[in-house]
T-cell receptor, first 116, second 114 residues
Framework: GAVVSQHPSWVICKSGTSVKIECRSLDFQATTMFWYRQFPKQSLMLMATSNEGSKATYEQGVEKDKFLINHASLTLSTLTVTSAHPEDSSFYIC????????????FGQGTRLTVV | AQSVTQLGSHVSVSEGALVLLRCNYSSSVPPYLFWYVQYPNQGLQLLLKYTSAATLVKGINGFEAEFKKSETSFHLTKPSAHMSDAAEYFCAVSDRGGAQKLVFGQGTRLTINP
């Protein structure tokens, strides 16, 4: 299957700082990327959907000014957690889909963010 | 709106026994249905998906699932559990148009007893 690489796999940052997570599709053009958040022992909650070259569409309750998403190219999307706080600590997972109907979404390996 | 309910947050079976993970969905339109597996601190791997062809879908690692519209179910089965099957399993639903956003169930942790 296609490969989606997420970096870093884990990060620790101080409260009040910002952290950027990258999601790259290595062998296909990802016209649509999704960002999820997963709390311990819970399911994945969709945060936002981004299409290359467009503004991301955020799910209800997700602060777009706090979770900045950029999808500037067909192989890269970034999620920046701004002014991070301990409650932002979570497992963040991206997925990417190529253009077309019924195309599979491939998932990155996730990033564990710990805010101290 | 779409939703998924996975019955049982934790299922434990013996090695070699039948695995049955239950999933019921709600959708106002014909759905796509998926089963994913997640190992600790990793992303999700697709096991299988239903997209309106055969109702019995075969996936990787010996898993299969049957789409039953009358029961709004998409239960995951494997005839004989292996120790390596121990993981978290997620059922998901999406619509067939647009972004095809996935809506996930709560997940079921599968434990395999030796």
């Amino acid at each position: 299957g296609a490969v989606v690489s997420q970096h870093p796999s884990w990060v620790i940052c101080k409260s009040g700082t910002s952290v950027k997570i990258e999601c790259r599709s290595l062998d296909f053009q990802a016209t649509t990327m999704f960002w999820y958040r997963q709390f311990p022992k819970q399911s994945l909650m969709l945060m936002a959907t981004s299409n290359e070259g467009s503004k991301a569409t955020y799910e209800q309750g997700v602060e777009k000014d706090k979770f900045l998403i950029n999808h500037a190219s067909l192989t890269l999307s970034t999620l920046t957690v701004t002014s991070a706080h301990p409650e932002d600590s979570s497992f963040y997972i991206c997925s990417a889909r190529a253009h077309g109907p019924n195309t599979e979404a491939f998932f990155g390996q996730g990033t564990r963010l710990t805010v101290v | 709106a779409q939703s998924v309910t996975q019955l049982g947050s934790h299922v434990s079976v013996s090695e070699g026994a039948l695995v049955l993970l239950r999933c019921n969905y709600s959708s106002s339109v014909p759905p796509y249905l998926f089963w994913y597996v997640q190992y600790p601190n990793q992303g999700l791997q697709l096991l299988l998906k239903y997209t309106s062809a055969a109702t019995l879908v075969k996936g990787i690692n010996g898993f299969e699932a049957e789409f039953k519209k009358s029961e709004t179910s998409f239960h995951l089965t494997k005839p004989s559990a292996h120790m390596s099957d121990a993981a978290e399993y997620f059922c998901a639903v999406s619509d067939r148009g647009g972004a095809q956003k996935l809506v996930f169930g709560q997940g079921t942790r599968l434990t395999i007893n030796p």
